[in-house]
């Protein structure tokens, strides 16, 4: 079956823009991921969602970042005002669940741009 | 909070040779998930190992396996006969095995397989 699908797989912005990453997780999966990948670092967690719900937004940098999810499938991450520290790879992960070893799946990621 | 370290930023090995990834985690939880994932250049996270922390048995799959040193909070990754498709980045990663799923990452290994 289909895996995780991002869009687009590239955005290059002006600084101050608004921009839209969009995640479609593996059907059937019912959490989905959001994580940062800057130059030369590790993957950062931003948010999660169980269903509809985000549990732990722990990780989204400001309040410039907010992120939903609708029908239990597509999510969206919104970055509003952009600033050339968001440059990044946006990546997306659904499980199908959160219990036991629950194996997270990537998606491509997102490569934003902040000039 | 729980950390993960990846000391070794760059590594090479001669192909069919072996090599071992060095990752060391910080935690004062029991129950947990260890995991290492593949980001070849194409940016795709693809989960190449687990271990659960409860099991003791090391986690084997095909050439890679991993000596998990739960003690001294340890968990490398060892490739035997290295192919040149095995060139990636490599990341450990450690998950809570409570409410909170998300991955804390190291900061990467990236592996060249050298013909």
């Known amino acids: 079956g289909a895996g995780v699908s991002q869009s687009p797989s590239n955005k290059v912005t002006e600084k101050g823009k608004d921009v839209e990453l969009r995640c479609d997780p593996i059907?059937?999966?019912?959490?989905l991921y959001w994580y940062r990948q800057s130059l030369g670092q590790g993957l950062e967690f931003l948010i999660y969602f169980q269903g509809n719900s985000a549990p732990d937004k722990s990780g989204l940098p400001s309040d410039r970042f907010s992120a939903e999810r609708t029908g239990g499938s597509v999510s969206t991450l919104t970055i509003q005002r952009t600033q050339q520290e968001d440059s990044a790879v946006y990546l997306c992960?659904?499980?199908?669940?959160?219990?036991?070893?629950?194996?997270?799946?990537f998606g491509p990621g997102t490569r934003l741009t902040v000039l | 909070a729980q950390t993960v370290t990846q000391s070794q930023p760059e590594m090479s090995v001669q192909e069919a040779e072996t090599v071992t990834l060095s990752c060391t985690y910080d935690?004062?939880?029991?129950?947990?998930?260890l995991f290492w994932y593949k980001q070849p250049p194409s940016r795709q996270m693809i989960l190449v190992i687990r271990?659960?922390?409860?099991?003791?048995q090391n986690a084997t799959e095909n050439r890679f396996s991993v000596n998990f040193q739960k003690a001294a909070k340890s968990f490398s990754l060892k490739i035997s006969d290295s192919q040149l498709g095995d060139t990636a980045m490599y990341f450990c990663a450690f998950r809570y095995g409570g409410a909170t799923n998300k991955l804390i990452f190291g900061t990467g290994t990236l592996l060249a397989v050298q013909p």
């Open positions: 935690t004062s939880e029991s129950n947990y998930y």
């Open positions: 271990q659960e922390a409860y099991k003791q």
């Open positions: 992960a659904s499980s199908l669940g959160l219990a036991g070893v629950n194996e997270q799946f």
């Open positions: 059907s059937g999966h019912t959490a």
